[in-house]
Protein backbone atom coordinates (compact mmCIF):
# COMPACT_ATOMS: atom_id res chain seq x y z
CA UNK A 1 0.00 0.00 0.00
CA UNK A 2 1.26 3.86 -0.85
CA UNK A 3 1.33 5.98 1.69
CA UNK A 4 1.29 10.08 1.46
CA UNK A 5 2.48 12.88 4.67
CA UNK A 6 2.46 16.07 4.47
CA UNK A 7 3.60 17.23 7.87
CA UNK A 8 2.50 21.15 7.88
CA UNK A 9 -0.96 21.32 8.46
CA UNK A 10 -0.33 25.28 8.28
CA UNK A 11 1.58 27.31 6.88
CA UNK A 12 1.48 31.23 5.77
CA UNK A 13 3.73 33.59 3.45
CA UNK A 14 3.46 36.92 2.60
CA UNK A 15 2.36 38.10 -0.72
CA UNK A 16 5.27 38.21 -3.12
CA UNK A 17 7.15 35.94 -1.50
CA UNK A 18 8.03 32.49 -2.08
CA UNK A 19 6.84 29.20 -0.29
CA UNK A 20 7.67 25.36 0.33
CA UNK A 21 5.12 22.36 0.68
CA UNK A 22 6.59 19.34 1.94
CA UNK A 23 5.11 15.50 1.19
CA UNK A 24 7.04 12.54 1.35
CA UNK A 25 5.63 9.28 0.21
CA UNK A 26 5.96 5.50 0.59
CA UNK A 27 5.48 2.81 -2.36
CA UNK A 28 7.98 -0.60 -3.41
CA UNK A 29 6.71 0.77 -7.04
CA UNK A 30 8.74 2.11 -9.97
CA UNK A 31 6.16 3.68 -11.77
CA UNK A 32 3.60 6.03 -11.06
CA UNK A 33 2.71 10.10 -10.67
CA UNK A 34 2.85 12.72 -8.09
CA UNK A 35 0.66 15.54 -7.87
CA UNK A 36 -0.21 18.43 -5.94
CA UNK A 37 -3.82 19.62 -5.71
CA UNK A 38 -5.33 22.97 -4.24
CA UNK A 39 -8.54 22.94 -2.63
CA UNK A 40 -10.13 26.40 -2.11
CA UNK A 41 -13.11 27.12 0.03
CA UNK A 42 -15.33 25.43 -2.98
CA UNK A 43 -14.02 22.56 -2.35
CA UNK A 44 -13.54 21.68 -6.23
CA UNK A 45 -9.97 19.80 -6.40
CA UNK A 46 -8.35 21.77 -8.94
CA UNK A 47 -4.49 20.42 -10.58
CA UNK A 48 -1.76 22.42 -9.46
CA UNK A 49 1.03 20.35 -10.87
CA UNK A 50 1.43 16.71 -12.21
CA UNK A 51 5.08 14.79 -12.36
CA UNK A 52 5.65 11.24 -13.49
CA UNK A 53 8.08 9.25 -11.96
CA UNK A 54 10.27 7.78 -14.76
CA UNK A 55 11.17 11.74 -15.67
CA UNK A 56 13.93 13.42 -13.43
CA UNK A 57 13.33 17.07 -14.97
CA UNK A 58 11.34 18.76 -12.12
CA UNK A 59 8.15 19.62 -13.23
CA UNK A 60 6.87 23.65 -13.51
CA UNK A 61 3.83 25.29 -14.35
CA UNK A 62 4.61 29.21 -14.07
CA UNK A 63 4.64 30.20 -10.76
CA UNK A 64 4.38 26.53 -9.24
CA UNK A 65 7.44 24.48 -9.31
CA UNK A 66 8.54 21.16 -7.35
CA UNK A 67 11.47 19.46 -6.29
CA UNK A 68 11.16 15.74 -6.74
CA UNK A 69 13.47 13.31 -4.84
CA UNK A 70 12.74 9.94 -6.19
CA UNK A 71 15.45 8.16 -3.65
CA UNK A 72 14.21 10.31 -0.89
CA UNK A 73 10.91 9.62 -1.83
CA UNK A 74 10.03 13.37 -1.42
CA UNK A 75 8.33 16.01 -3.58
CA UNK A 76 7.48 19.33 -2.87
CA UNK A 77 5.96 22.33 -4.02
CA UNK A 78 7.12 25.58 -4.33
CA UNK A 79 4.85 28.42 -5.25
CA UNK A 80 6.95 31.74 -6.37
CA UNK A 81 5.57 35.32 -5.78
CA UNK A 82 2.09 34.07 -3.85
CA UNK A 83 -0.95 35.82 -4.47
CA UNK A 84 -3.97 36.06 -2.36
CA UNK A 85 -5.56 33.76 -4.89
CA UNK A 86 -2.88 31.54 -3.42
CA UNK A 87 -5.12 30.99 -0.60
CA UNK A 88 -6.76 27.30 0.00
CA UNK A 89 -5.53 23.42 1.34
CA UNK A 90 -2.81 22.12 -0.95
CA UNK A 91 -3.01 17.98 -1.06
CA UNK A 92 -0.15 15.78 -2.30
CA UNK A 93 -1.22 12.78 -4.14
CA UNK A 94 -0.20 9.72 -5.39
CA UNK A 95 -1.09 7.56 -8.19
CA UNK A 96 0.15 4.09 -10.01
CA UNK A 97 0.89 3.87 -13.51
CA UNK A 98 -2.34 2.33 -14.74
CA UNK A 99 -3.50 1.50 -11.59
CA UNK A 100 -6.54 1.76 -12.30
CA UNK A 101 -6.26 5.88 -11.75
CA UNK A 102 -6.93 5.93 -7.80
CA UNK A 103 -5.07 8.42 -6.52
CA UNK A 104 -4.14 8.11 -2.59
CA UNK A 105 -4.00 11.83 -1.13
CA UNK A 106 -1.96 13.37 2.18
CA UNK A 107 -3.72 14.78 4.78
CA UNK A 108 -3.03 18.94 3.56
CA UNK A 109 -1.60 21.59 4.28
CA UNK A 110 -3.88 25.24 4.63
CA UNK A 111 -1.74 27.66 3.11
CA UNK A 112 -2.84 31.39 4.08
CA UNK A 113 -1.09 34.36 1.69
CA UNK A 114 -1.13 37.40 3.78
CA UNK A 115 -1.10 41.05 2.78
CA UNK B 1 -21.61 19.59 -19.39
CA UNK B 2 -18.79 22.08 -18.91
CA UNK B 3 -18.24 20.25 -15.26
CA UNK B 4 -18.44 17.83 -13.00
CA UNK B 5 -21.82 18.27 -11.32
CA UNK B 6 -22.99 17.38 -7.97
CA UNK B 7 -26.15 17.64 -6.04
CA UNK B 8 -27.34 18.31 -3.37
CA UNK B 9 -24.39 20.71 -2.38
CA UNK B 10 -25.44 20.18 1.35
CA UNK B 11 -27.14 17.49 3.12
CA UNK B 12 -28.37 17.03 6.46
CA UNK B 13 -29.67 13.33 6.92
CA UNK B 14 -30.98 11.81 10.59
CA UNK B 15 -29.00 9.01 11.60
CA UNK B 16 -30.92 6.11 9.95
CA UNK B 17 -31.72 7.57 6.85
CA UNK B 18 -30.81 6.60 3.39
CA UNK B 19 -29.54 9.07 1.59
CA UNK B 20 -28.39 9.41 -2.33
CA UNK B 21 -25.70 11.42 -4.04
CA UNK B 22 -25.27 12.32 -7.81
CA UNK B 23 -22.45 12.60 -9.68
CA UNK B 24 -23.36 14.15 -13.33
CA UNK B 25 -19.73 13.44 -15.07
CA UNK B 26 -18.12 15.55 -18.26
CA UNK B 27 -20.22 14.64 -21.25
CA UNK B 28 -17.79 11.74 -23.04
CA UNK B 29 -15.57 10.97 -20.15
CA UNK B 30 -15.54 7.08 -19.16
CA UNK B 31 -13.83 7.31 -16.20
CA UNK B 32 -16.02 8.05 -12.92
CA UNK B 33 -14.70 8.25 -9.12
CA UNK B 34 -16.09 8.47 -6.00
CA UNK B 35 -13.81 9.78 -2.76
CA UNK B 36 -15.06 10.37 0.77
CA UNK B 37 -13.48 13.24 2.71
CA UNK B 38 -13.84 13.61 6.60
CA UNK B 39 -13.10 17.28 7.62
CA UNK B 40 -9.46 18.14 8.25
CA UNK B 41 -8.36 14.73 5.61
CA UNK B 42 -7.47 14.08 2.27
CA UNK B 43 -9.94 12.67 0.25
CA UNK B 44 -10.28 9.09 0.82
CA UNK B 45 -11.02 6.36 -2.55
CA UNK B 46 -14.41 4.52 -2.89
CA UNK B 47 -14.97 3.79 -5.72
CA UNK B 48 -14.05 3.18 -9.52
CA UNK B 49 -16.32 2.74 -12.92
CA UNK B 50 -15.47 2.37 -16.39
CA UNK B 51 -18.74 3.32 -18.30
CA UNK B 52 -21.28 1.01 -16.59
CA UNK B 53 -18.85 -1.43 -15.09
CA UNK B 54 -17.61 -1.06 -11.36
CA UNK B 55 -14.30 -1.95 -11.84
CA UNK B 56 -13.32 -0.93 -8.19
CA UNK B 57 -15.09 -0.76 -5.09
CA UNK B 58 -12.38 -1.76 -2.65
CA UNK B 59 -12.87 1.73 -0.82
CA UNK B 60 -16.45 1.79 -0.05
CA UNK B 61 -16.52 1.21 4.05
CA UNK B 62 -19.39 -0.89 4.56
CA UNK B 63 -22.42 -2.86 2.62
CA UNK B 64 -24.02 0.20 3.76
CA UNK B 65 -22.43 1.74 0.80
CA UNK B 66 -23.39 1.02 -2.97
CA UNK B 67 -22.61 3.07 -6.00
CA UNK B 68 -24.11 3.10 -9.15
CA UNK B 69 -23.73 4.07 -13.03
CA UNK B 70 -26.52 1.94 -15.46
CA UNK B 71 -26.00 3.69 -18.03
CA UNK B 72 -22.21 5.19 -18.44
CA UNK B 73 -23.03 8.31 -17.22
CA UNK B 74 -24.82 9.45 -14.36
CA UNK B 75 -23.76 7.86 -11.01
CA UNK B 76 -25.36 7.72 -7.71
CA UNK B 77 -24.40 6.69 -4.52
CA UNK B 78 -26.56 5.56 -2.17
CA UNK B 79 -25.70 5.41 1.74
CA UNK B 80 -28.07 3.28 3.38
CA UNK B 81 -29.07 3.79 7.38
CA UNK B 82 -26.85 6.79 7.80
CA UNK B 83 -24.34 6.97 10.87
CA UNK B 84 -22.44 10.13 12.05
CA UNK B 85 -19.60 8.49 10.72
CA UNK B 86 -20.54 9.01 7.49
CA UNK B 87 -20.82 12.83 7.78
CA UNK B 88 -18.25 14.49 5.46
CA UNK B 89 -17.54 15.67 1.65
CA UNK B 90 -18.47 13.04 -0.70
CA UNK B 91 -16.11 14.10 -4.51
CA UNK B 92 -16.81 12.44 -7.30
CA UNK B 93 -14.32 13.45 -10.14
CA UNK B 94 -14.40 12.52 -14.20
CA UNK B 95 -12.22 12.05 -16.68
CA UNK B 96 -11.05 10.49 -20.19
CA UNK B 97 -10.11 6.55 -21.20
CA UNK B 98 -6.16 6.79 -21.21
CA UNK B 99 -5.43 10.09 -19.88
CA UNK B 100 -3.61 9.15 -16.41
CA UNK B 101 -5.84 10.78 -13.65
CA UNK B 102 -6.74 13.53 -16.15
CA UNK B 103 -9.19 14.35 -13.46
CA UNK B 104 -11.91 16.99 -13.28
CA UNK B 105 -13.41 16.96 -9.78
CA UNK B 106 -16.86 18.37 -9.20
CA UNK B 107 -17.74 20.50 -6.07
CA UNK B 108 -18.69 17.90 -3.75
CA UNK B 109 -21.97 17.26 -1.92
CA UNK B 110 -21.50 17.75 2.07
CA UNK B 111 -23.37 15.14 4.49
CA UNK B 112 -24.12 15.95 7.52
CA UNK B 113 -25.42 13.06 10.13
CA UNK B 114 -27.23 13.97 12.82
Known amino acids: AQTVTQSQPEMSVQEAETVTLSCTYDTSENNYYLFWYKQPPSRQMILVIR??????QNATENRFSVNFQKAAKSFSLKISDSQLGDTAMYFC????????????FGTGTQLKVEL | GAGVSQSPRYKVAKRGQDVALRCDPISGHVSLFWYQQALGQGPEFLTYFQNEAQLDKSGLPSDRFFAERPEGSVSTLKIQRTQQEDSAVYLC????????????FGSGTRLTVV
Open chain 1, 93 to 104: AFGLTGGGNKLT
Open chain 2, 93 to 104: ASSLIGTDYGYT
Open chain 1, 51 to 56: QEAYKQ
